[in-house]
């Protein structure tokens, strides 16, 4: 029998080809540097902002050299376009010289090394592993539980750190095709942000609604 797991991984594989969103970090191999930067700013910023900032980051915050060799004052300016542009510049400097001086200029591959980075936490960890390195390891946000909780009629224990049980699902559902792990996580984030939406989520016509715990509560 095919279990629940499976059902939503293959169906939300199913969804994601016809409605992923399209930005450009997802096209061809990502430089796990170029990941970690764009990840960083990603924090607290919409998607859509960062695709348009994109072709900046690749011109000036793509290695750790080019961060070094900019001067403060000039990555201020261009992260201003996003906000909290002093606390980001720190990051992003901060970031360049561990991974120049301490990393010889080479980002970890493996998540506690990663995790030792300052102000890299696991989210935007295993977002570097998966879409740089190409592991199998889930990513969880505020989004990715709420889908998970809904779908699975799993408990939000509030606190990242507290879902351990969330983390362990999405890693056996990540771990389903090694061919995609890339596009589960993607498909997981698209679905969070375009259908099971925090508010008034489109349950009526949702790909997932036939197993949806949320939707045979109701
Ligand atoms: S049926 Fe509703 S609650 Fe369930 S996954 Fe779809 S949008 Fe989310």
Not at 105 to 116: I, K, M, N, R, Y
């Amino acid at each position: 029998m095919t279990s629940k797991n499976h059902i939503f991984h293959d169906q939300l594989l199913e969804w994601f080809n016809i409605n992923k969103r399209s930005f450009p970090w997802r096209e061809g191999s990502m430089d796990p540097f170029v990941s970690l930067v764009t990840e960083l700013l990603l924090q607290r910023t919409k998607a859509e902002a960062i695709a348009a900032f994109y072709p900046q980051v690749l011109e000036h915050f793509a290695t750790p050299a080019k961060i070094l060799a900019r001067e403060r004052t000039d990555i201020v300016k261009d992260l201003s376009v996003l906000g909290l542009q002093e606390r980001r510049t720190d990051s992003l400097l901060s970031l360049a010289r561990e991974i120049a001086e301490k990393r010889n200029g080479t980002v970890p591959d493996d998540e506690d090394s990663l995790l030792e980075l300052n102000g890299i936490g696991r989210y935007i960890a295993r977002a570097v592993l998966c879409f740089a390195f190409n592991k199998p390891v889930s990513i969880v946000d505020g989004n990715v539980t709420r889908v998970f909780c809904r779908y699975f009629n799993l408990e939000n224990k509030g606190d990242n750190r507290r879902n351990k049980h969330i983390w362990e699902l999405g890693d056996e559902i990540i771990s389903m095709d090694p061919a995609r792990v890339k596009d589960i996580n993607w498909a997981i984030l698209d679905f969070a942000a375009r259908v099971c939406v925090p508010r008034n989520p489109a349950c009526e016509t949702c790909y997932l609604r036939e197993k949806c715990s949320f939707v045979r509560k109701d």
